[in-house]
């Protein structure tokens, strides 16, 4: 089965940029989304189609798809910005997705 | 502004039904572009996603080779929501349901129902 393999955790200082990968075979192949989670909260969509953001989300997430990884930036992290990540995609008629990183504001 | 309620029980015993249901508002079930799924989280195996349903001049139900020998996911057009059957759970059922709007990405979700299986 496909595996979607994202690094635990990510550290960055406020105010720096953030970047999230994302690894898998010909992953540039494939449409990438992005979540945010917050503890005991619900997942929010943060980036759909490798590189849109939907209606709302702050125009320092961007993302990138191309080989075998994709990667989530945020520039000038805050520390609202503290969450975990997950990558998705398509693959064999399922949905994969990676498990997680930790993005820490520190 | 699509928003999904979730109902159902939170504990349920090995080797029964679990059940829940999602509410939509802000959109119908039977919508021409829209899909509607059920996903779970668990420390174990992370976020997974149980399948889908759609309608597209008929209702399609997509379910993961991993669970289609035990799970349903049915539309109920009367009242604008669809629900989630798992039949035979077992204590590796436990976990975070959610269910999510959308075809191609999740969004929105479900406030989520932590499930519980356990005698």
């Not at chain 1, 595996?3 to 075979?25: F, K, R």
């Amino acid at each position: 089965s496909y595996e979607l393999t994202q690094s635990p955790s990510v550290s960055v200082s406020p105010g720096q940029t953030a970047s999230i990968t994302c690894s898998g075979d010909n992953l540039g192949d494939k449409y990438i989304c992005w979540y945010q989670q917050k503890p005991g909260q619900s997942p929010v969509l943060v980036i759909y189609q490798d590189n849109k953001r939907p209606s709302g989300i702050p125009e320092r997430f961007s993302g990138s798809n191309s080989g075998n990884s994709a990667t989530l930036t945020i520039s000038g992290t805050q520390a609202l910005d503290e969450a975990d990540y997950y990558c998705q995609a398509w693959d064999s008629s399922t949905w994969v997705f990676g498990g997680g990183t930790k993005l820490t504001v520190l | 502004q699509v928003k999904l309620q979730q109902s159902g029980p939170g504990l349920v015993k090995p080797s029964q039904t679990l059940s829940l249901t999602c509410a939509i508002s802000g959109d119908s079930v039977s919508s021409n572009s829209a899909a509607w799924n059920w996903l779970r989280q668990s420390p174990s195996r992370g976020l997974e996603w149980l399948g889908r349903t759609y309608y597209r001049s008929k209702w399609y139900s997509d379910y993961p080779v991993s669970l289609r020998s035990r799970i349903t996911i049915n539309p109920d057009t009367s009242k604008n929501q669809f629900s989630l059957q798992l039949n035979s759970v077992t204590p590796e059922d436990t976990a975070v349901y959610y269910c999510a709007g959308g075809l191609n990405w999740f969004d929105p979700w479900g406030q989520g129902t932590l499930v519980t299986v356990s005698s």
